[in-house]
């Protein structure tokens, strides 16, 4: 509650100080762009009505240009409609005879076959690929074009080599695959958005005259501070500083619009004034925001250090607390004489586990000095992985057997580069964080396998209630513990997993939360 107290005073705080530092830096900022607007309304204006001048002249040299683009493409059933009243008879008749193969393909009245395609188209591919002869080419490839149009047309014309016609036909079928993607196109056209561009389609009977937005070169009369683009849909675009906009007698009315290409070049003067004026704003903004940051910053600190530094005394005196004490009541019952035969010998056992416990948790706190002082050293060596897990799991046994919790072991044969004490105690504190979460009677697993990469990864699984997806990351700093120091019914002081993130770290590896389903969480180690 203090702590919580604390940091909302803090907060005002600072939240204050920051309001009245930034009302100058408001108040100038307002009284810089009435200046800036101010200067730039006149020039603006004059712009504005350059512009208009330009964008008739403009607007008319592209409609023009749009005029004589637009094309023409036949309509085709894609795919073709069956016809089951239709027959192959009149092909078949005629078979590879040239003679009645012209004349079926010459028949206005041929039809088609049961499947939909001209019938003509196909007797004169026969009569073309039995023959070859040029005027039957000529044929075919107008009634692939223009006659008899169907699926089978862009195929032809890349048997006959005709690049012209086939380039032609597929300008088409972008138009007609246009209108199969908006059936209820506007009859009087509109401009489509396509995966290439920009492209006016209007249907008129069984034909569509379509436009493909070109690359317009027109050479506009416009200054040179102006630019110009096309909205192909007729919707005036969200561009900014806009001057004019006039829409283009053509294709479906694209809408002309005309923008400043550099808005500083309209006001070269105002702009030089401008740049300084935003430029000192800029640097006193940023110099009192990089102090607010600064003393953000030191607030944070400061109270997390004050936080820290109480969490830890706390810790440890809840943690030295049980075992001092039980020492202390099981050597005065064995001073006094009051305890013998097996019980003295069960005392002794559970004193020597307390020391023990205690000596653990001394050496972890005295490893956090060193590693914060720089005065860690390890000492690598090719170790048996598969031994030092095993002396940690002994090392842990008597811990978890007073609590009644049985370890299993799945160790593969391994050897790595590592020191081997250091790696031992950070198994230890896997370990013994595994005994404080794990229910009694529980069931603790410690696995040694070959990682993917060619490494090792350890892994240690409890029974206990898992930890919060929120907490995968915070588990491993120093000094951090789930729920509050004073009601917390686990042991330990918030540094054990700090030190094993740091003992693996040193040796290349890594260390995270693998797994947190219900019930119970494991802790990887992964080392090269």
Same mark, same amino acid.
């Given at each position: 509650?203090?702590?919580?107290?604390?940091?909302?005073?803090?907060?005002?705080?600072?939240?204050?100080?920051?309001?009245?530092?930034?009302?100058?830096? @408001?108040?100038?900022?307002?009284?810089?762009?009435?200046?800036?607007?101010?200067?730039?309304?006149?020039? =603006?204006?004059?712009?504005?009505?350059?512009?208009?001048?330009?964008?008739?002249?403009?607007?008319?040299?592209?409609?023009?240009?749009?005029? @004589?683009?637009?094309?023409?493409?036949?309509?085709?059933?894609?795919?073709? @409609?069956?016809?089951?009243?239709?027959?192959?008879?009149? /092909?078949?008749?005629?078979?590879?005879?040239?003679?009645?193969?012209?004349?079926?393909?010459?028949?206005?009245?041929?039809?088609?076959?049961?499947?939909?395609?001209?019938?003509?188209?196909?007797?004169?591919?026969? =009569?073309?690929?039995?023959?070859?002869? +040029?005027?039957?080419?000529?044929?075919?490839?107008?009634?692939?074009?223009?006659?008899?149009?169907?699926?089978?047309?862009?195929? *032809?014309?890349?048997?006959?080599?005709?690049? %012209?016609?086939?380039?032609?036909?597929?300008?088409?079928?972008?138009?007609?695959?246009?209108?199969?993607?908006?059936?209820?196109?506007?009859?009087?056209?509109?401009?489509?958005?396509?995966?290439?561009?920009?492209?006016?389609?209007?249907?008129?009977?069984?034909?569509?005259?379509? =436009?493909? %937005?070109?690359?317009?070169?027109?050479?506009?009369?416009?200054?040179?501070?102006?630019?110009?683009? =096309?909205a192909w849909n007729g919707l005036p675009t969200s561009g900014d500083e806009v001057?004019?906009?006039?829409?283009?007698?053509?294709?479906?009315?694209?809408?002309?619009?005309?923008?400043?290409?550099?808005?500083?070049?309209?006001?070269?003067?105002a702009k030089r004034a401008e740049r300084w004026n935003w430029l000192v704003l800029? @640097?006193?903004?940023?110099?009192?925001?990089?102090?607010?940051?600064?003393?953000?910053?030191?607030?944070?600190?400061?109270?997390? /250090?004050?936080?820290?530094?109480?969490?830890?005394?706390?810790?440890?005196?809840?943690?030295?607390?049980?075992?001092?004490?039980?020492?202390?009541?099981?050597?005065?019952?064995?001073?006094?004489?009051?305890?013998?035969? $097996?019980?003295?010998?069960?005392?002794?056992? /559970?004193?020597?586990?307390?020391?023990?416990?205690?000596?653990?948790? *001394?050496?972890?706190?005295?490893?956090?000095?060193?590693?914060?002082? $720089?005065?860690?050293?390890?000492?690598?060596?090719?170790?048996?992985?598969?031994?030092?897990?095993?002396?940690?799991?002994?090392?842990?046994?008597?811990?978890?057997?007073?609590?009644?919790?049985? *370890?299993?072991?799945?160790?593969?044969?391994?050897?790595?580069?590592?020191?081997?004490?250091?790696?031992?105690?950070?198994?230890?504190?896997?370990?013994?964080?595994?005994?404080?979460?794990?229910?009694?009677?529980?069931?603790?697993?410690?696995?040694?396998?070959?990682?993917?990469?060619?490494?090792?990864?350890?892994?240690?699984?409890?029974?206990? +209630?898992?930890? +919060? +997806?929120?907490?995968?990351?915070?588990?491993?700093?120093?000094?951090?513990?789930?729920?509050?120091?004073?009601?917390?019914?686990?042991?330990?002081?918030?540094?054990?997993?700090?030190?094993?993130?740091?003992?693996?770290?040193?040796?290349?590896?890594?260390?995270?939360?693998?797994?947190?389903?219900?019930?119970?969480?494991?802790?990887? *180690?992964?080392?090269?």
């Amino acid at each position: 509650m203090n702590a919580s107290i604390h940091t909302q005073r803090s907060s005002r705080r600072f939240l204050l100080v920051f309001v009245m530092a930034l009302l100058p830096l @408001a108040a100038l900022v307002i009284l810089a762009s009435i200046g800036n607007h101010a200067r730039r309304d006149a020039a =603006v204006q004059a712009a504005q009505r350059e512009a208009a001048a330009g964008a008739v002249l403009l607007a008319d040299r592209l409609a023009a240009t749009l005029e @004589a683009t637009i094309a023409i493409a036949p309509l085709i059933d894609d795919p073709p @409609a069956p016809r089951p009243e239709a027959s192959m008879e009149p /092909l078949d008749h005629a078979g590879n005879n040239a003679a009645a193969l012209r004349a079926l393909r010459d028949d206005a009245h041929a039809g088609f076959s049961p499947a939909g395609l001209p019938m003509r188209v196909l007797a004169g591919l026969r =009569v073309w690929e039995n023959h070859r002869d +040029p005027r039957d080419a000529e044929a075919l490839a107008a009634l692939a074009g223009d006659e008899t149009p169907s699926i089978l047309s862009p195929a *032809i014309f890349a048997k006959l080599g005709d690049t %012209a016609r086939a380039e032609e036909w597929w300008r088409g079928e972008r138009a007609r695959a246009a209108l199969r993607q908006h059936p209820g196109l506007d009859p009087q056209g509109q401009w489509i958005a396509t995966n290439d561009g920009w492209l006016w389609v209007a249907r008129e009977a069984n034909r569509l005259h379509f =436009v493909e %937005a070109p690359n317009l070169t027109a050479t506009p009369e416009l200054p040179a501070w102006a630019d110009w683009h =096309v909205a192909w849909n007729g919707l005036p675009t969200s561009g900014d500083e806009v001057l004019a906009r006039r829409e283009i007698a053509a294709a479906g009315a694209p809408l002309l619009e005309i923008t400043e290409r550099d808005p500083g070049s309209i006001l070269d003067a105002a702009k030089r004034a401008e740049r300084w004026n935003w430029l000192v704003l800029l @640097a006193v903004g940023m110099l009192a925001c990089a102090a607010l940051v600064q003393m953000r910053r030191t607030m944070v600190r400061e109270h997390n /250090l004050a936080e820290l530094k109480a969490q830890f005394v706390s810790s440890v005196s809840h943690e030295l607390r049980a075992p001092v004490g039980s020492i202390r009541l099981m050597a005065e019952g064995l001073h006094e004489g009051r305890i013998k035969g $097996g019980a003295a010998r069960e005392f002794l056992r /559970l004193i020597a586990s307390e020391g023990a416990r205690l000596g653990h948790m *001394i050496e972890n706190v005295l490893d956090l000095t060193r590693i914060d002082e $720089g005065r860690k050293r390890y000492q690598p060596e090719e170790s048996d992985l598969r031994a030092v897990a095993a002396d940690a799991t002994r090392l842990i046994t008597p811990h978890a057997e007073g609590r009644e919790l049985r *370890i299993e072991t799945r160790l593969a044969e391994a050897t790595a580069h590592i020191d081997a004490a250091a790696i031992r105690q950070a198994l230890l504190n896997l370990l013994e964080n595994a005994v404080k979460f794990s229910p009694h009677g529980g069931t603790i697993i410690l696995t040694l396998d070959a990682a993917p990469d060619g490494g090792w990864l350890l892994r240690v699984s409890d029974q206990g +209630p898992g930890i +919060p +997806p929120a907490e995968h990351r915070r588990v491993f700093e120093r000094f951090h513990r789930l729920g509050n120091e004073l009601q917390r019914e686990t042991q330990g002081c918030g540094i054990g997993l700090g030190i094993v993130k740091s003992i693996v770290e040193a040796h290349g590896g890594s260390v995270a939360v693998a797994d947190t389903t219900p019930p119970g969480a494991t802790l990887e *180690i992964h080392l090269p």
